[in-house]
Structures are given as structure tokens and as C-alpha cells.
């Protein structure tokens, strides 16, 4: 039977179709019904979260390929047989196709970070010859004998997948994101704590930078973090940013969304006011003269007390205990850490601004007649 060499550099129009197989035939389209071409990274990052939903599923199932019922004659009467379809080895294949592309056959994976059950599934089925060549070429018939030892490798190399996500190191590393949380979480906090400590008075904006619907899916990870450095750099220099404080983003990635980051500032609340004001023409700023047009922002400020259970946004003075504890049930929401950018960027996913220094000298203005309690007793 002939056989053809795949080419490990697939176009846009492969793509679509790979991935409008994964995804139940669905591609694309614009309002006329015209299929849009997407740029190939999309495509990727799609199916890096897609299969990382398929591995967690598979290794909740525990199960086994039926040789009994896997192996069929290849005609009525033949000798030689094949592997009959089976969901499980479809399964299989197609998540080793996307891996090995991504990580083995090409430089893609480069840019992205494989979960742990990514990782452990390479490891266990990365040289499966098996289901390189029906992932990558076309499968001959094969003899019963070897066909029961296919069944049996490819049993064996599922055992030792699911015996390795019960080990230690397995742990450790789905701990990791849980454990930067946490981590991130304490920065924050001490940064809150600090500037409470430096000043009476806070405005506290917080917003949310995205992208249009129609221009996220063109916004990979490089330019998400050039425009975010560019509103950063701001920071020195644009007037808007005269009384900041410090400030914190995280960024998040979501299938419809996109990359976005969602940004708190500190200002100084004796010298700002308008917090509302302050957060839209922060949106102005990333919408216009950051993305050029492409930005959709939204302003967490806006009607914060009817939106949101714990509102801390606006101005927090430093013995209103109530609303400083709504700020730090909001930095639980900002650091924990998304497990999806996780996957999809090798750089920062959160950052804060420094803590006030010992070199800003003591704090202005009469001293405070009594002290608040402990913004946060857990740290």
C-alpha cells in the first residue's frame, strides 16, 4: 500500500479543517456566512486547552482499549486485519497528533507551556509508533499477532500514564499554579498593606483590557504584552498617572475573549477624586492610542455598588475596615492565576508594582489618633 511523508508545516486552510474536525465540523464564520481565515496560532492555542479538556476527562475514566473487539479481518476472509474505529483510539490519536506536532515534529510548542497531563502523555505515548503512523500516515494491514501486540503496547502505555498522574511529582506540579496564587495573592496583600500604611486615603480603579470580538482571535500573546507594556510605560509618563501609587495586572486568556489582562491602580485619594472618570480614560487610552481601535475595555468603577457584593473601588480611607476587607476578597479574584494563560504563554501571567521604600520618608500629615485593625489577619 503507498505511503506519503507528512509535511510538519500545515497551512491555514489545514488547520481549519483539522481543527473543524476536533471541534464537530464548527468553523468560523463572518456575519455573511463566509468562512474567516484564522492565523494559525489561534488554531493552537484552541487545541493545546482542547486537549488538555480531553486528557483531564480520559484520566477521570480510567479505561482500556477491548482487543477482542478492536481487531477486525481487513476483508470478509482475509488474513490480515486492522484496528477497527473505536472512540478511545481515536482519542488517542488525535491527541497525539496535536502534541507531537506541537512539541516533537515542529517549533511550536516553543511558545506554549503543556500542562502536566500534556507532559505525562508525551512521555508515555511520545514514541507509540503505532500512533505516529496513524496520525501522520496511512496504516497498512497488519497480521492478527501483530495487531494484539499494538492493542497490548498501547494498553500498557495507558497503564503507565495513568499510574504516573498518581505520583508525587504529578502533584507537585498541578500544585504549581495553586502554590504562584498564593504567592501572588501575598504580594498583593503587602502591597495594599504598605500603601495603607504610607496613606490615609486610597482610590482604588480597577479595569478590565481586552480586545473587539472580531480583532481578539489576531491577538496573540507578543502583542497583548506590547500594548500592556505600553500602557506600563505610561505610567511615567502620561499626566493621567501623576498620583499612582502602585497598581497590579493579571493576564487571562479565554476561547471567545482572547488574551486580556485585568489592571487595579492605587491612586492617592486626597489628591484623586473621580475614580469613574479615571477608569474611562484609561479605557480611552488602551482603546485608542494603545491598540489602535482594537482594545474593548470595561470599567469595573461603573456602578461597582450595584454590581458587586463586596465593593472596593473608589476611595478607601484607612479606618474603613469594611471596604478594605472587600479589597482583599477582591485580590483573591485578581492573583489567582488562570489556567489557561498558564499553558498558553511562557511569560509573566501577574505582576505588581514595588511597595513604598523606607526612602520615601515618613508619612505626611498629623498623626492618626487611633489604628484600624489588621487588614489581613491571615498574612
Known sequence: ?????????PTDEDMLEWLGGL???EILTNAAGQPITMPSDYHWRHDL???????????????????????????FGAATVVLAPDPLLERLTT?????????????IGQHYRPSPYATSFLWAFGQCEYLHDAGFRQLPAMSHQAAEQVVIDLNQRLEAWYQSMIKPNFAYECGRIRRNSRDNYKRLCELMKALFLCHSRLMVVR?????????????????????REQLCQAF????????????????????????????????????????????RLINEMWAKAITGGQGHPWNCNLDAEQIYRYNAMGCIDYHDTAK????????KYLTKIDEYAAMLVNGRTFQTSRKPGSQEGPRRGRPRLYQSRPLNSGL
Open 1 to 9: 500500500m503507498e505511503q506519503y511523508t507528512y509535511d510538519d508545516t
Open 23 to 25: 471541534h464537530g465540523g
Open 49 to 75: 486547552v482542547w486537549v488538555d479538556r480531553q486528557l483531564k476527562a480520559m484520566a477521570n475514566t480510567r479505561r482500556f482499549l477491548d482487543h477482542q473487539r478492536l481487531i477486525q479481518p481487513e476483508t
Open 95 to 107: 491527541l497525539f497528533t496535536v502534541l507531537v506536532t506541537m512539541f516533537h515534529e515542529t517549533n
Open 207 to 227: 479595569v478590565d483590557l481586552g480586545y473587539s470580538e472580531c480583532d481578539s482571535p489576531y491577538i496573540d500573546y507578543e502583542t497583548a504584552r506590547h500594548h
Open 236 to 279: 511615567n509618563t502620561h499626566s493621567l498617572f501623576n498620583h499612582l501609587l502602585g497598581y497590579a495586572w493579571k493576564l487571562e486568556w479565554q476561547p471567545k475573549k482572547g488574551f486580556h489582562y485585568h489592571f487595579i491602580f492605587f491612586f492617592d485619594g486626597h489628591q484623586c477624586q473621580e475614580d469613574i472618570t479615571k477608569a
Open 324 to 331: 478594605q476587607q472587600g479589597l482583599f476578597k477582591l485580590a
